[in-house]
């Protein structure tokens, strides 16, 4: 495959209701869309760094000066024959996951549509449909957390995830419990808490929590293992993974009992595959996690997700929960028994509105081989 062409796209979208959690309020989301162009095939990616460093170092701004000055200028032009090599040609550039996943991604859409082959396909994916939870931000009171829980489930959602922070979490876990006293139903700390807070977690042990989700530092294993000796509830790392290395060390550490797999954090649909594999040899269940993508990354979470080691609901959502109008077609929906179809076209499945695309531009640049 000749890359002949790759554009980035700065999108901006608003959100359909302001997102809250502990590391603030989100009311639009920023992202990059990568478009790559070779023989008569185009691949879309979208790379998921923000546009403050709140959950990564990486920004919208810099994963665009990594990509334009560095990952582009790395394969413009050459013939590449598979994804291992084009990360070969990246390999100099040290970290910078959000970037290079995005970059891998709008490959993988090409090689996948050159092949012919629903992206899902190619990367080993055995379900035609997959399990979804939904991600509940923080609300203003407890009885309208309990009125959304109401509504998501009503919609077919199979598991309730809600965010919280120290002196906003027992009493939400109470209610939400009283509630519903079989619903799958996990909590999400982003990084909020201290091992000194190991009385709250113990507290959280007599609500049948699914997990805990990074509850610690967002670079930390140690204290997560220790905190983890003291618990029922399993915890689970978001943050802290980053890699297959990663991976291997919380395990042999006990930082957890499941792990959170987000193309972005950790490079890309290779490194994400690395980790799935070896999670399922050690018999540690894994599921896919959310970055408010457009439909062009939700895409690509849906093929990973189809992956026979994902067996918990992830936070795969439908469009219509974080936009009004996304910029695929068709938009993904969550069926009434709690599932998304995986599409079956090849690539990522869906089409890109380019009129819709245009709309939420707010600066583009072109890349094209001399």
Known sequence: MLIKRIE??????????????????????????????????????????????????????????????????????????????????????????????????????AFAKEKKLPLSEMLGGVRDRIDVGVSIGMQESTSVLLQKAADYLEEGYKRIKIKIEPGNDLELIAAIRREYPEIPFQVDANCSYQLSDVDAFRAMDHYGLLLIEQPLGYDDLYDHSRLQQELETPICLDESIQSLSD????????????????????????????????????????????????????????????????????????????????????????????TMVVPTKPGIGVDVLMEQLNRVTQHHEDFTAT
């Open 247 to 338: 991976s291997r060390a919380a395990l042999e550490l006990k930082s957890c009992r499941s792990i959170n797999i987000k193309p972005g954090r950790v490079g890309g649909f290779t490194e994400s595959k690395a980790i799935h594999d070896f999670c399922a040899s050690k018999s540690i269940a894994v599921w896919h996690g959310g970055m408010l993508e457009s439909g062009i990354g939700r895409a690509g979470n849906v093929a990973l997700a189809s992956l026979p080691n994902f067996k918990l609901p992830g936070d795969i959502s439908a469009s219509d929960r974080y936009y009004k109008q996304d910029i695929v077609d068709p938009p993904f929906r969550v069926l009434p028994d709690g």
């Open 8 to 109: 980035l796209r700065y999108i901006k979208m608003e959100l359909v209701a302001p997102f809250v959690t502990s590391m603030g309020v989100e009311t639009h989301e920023e992202h990059i869309i990568i478009r790559v162009e070779s023989d008569g095939v185009t691949g879309w990616g979208e790379c998921v760094a923000q546009g403050n460093p709140f959950y990564s170092y990486e920004t919208v701004n810099t994963a665009w000066h990594i990509l334009r000055d560095y990952l582009i200028p790395s394969l413009l032009g050459k013939k590449i024959v598979s994804i291992d090599e084009a990360i070969g040609f990246c390999a100099r550039v040290r970290g910078h996951r959000m970037a290079k996943a995005g970059l891998e991604a709008a490959l993988s859409d």
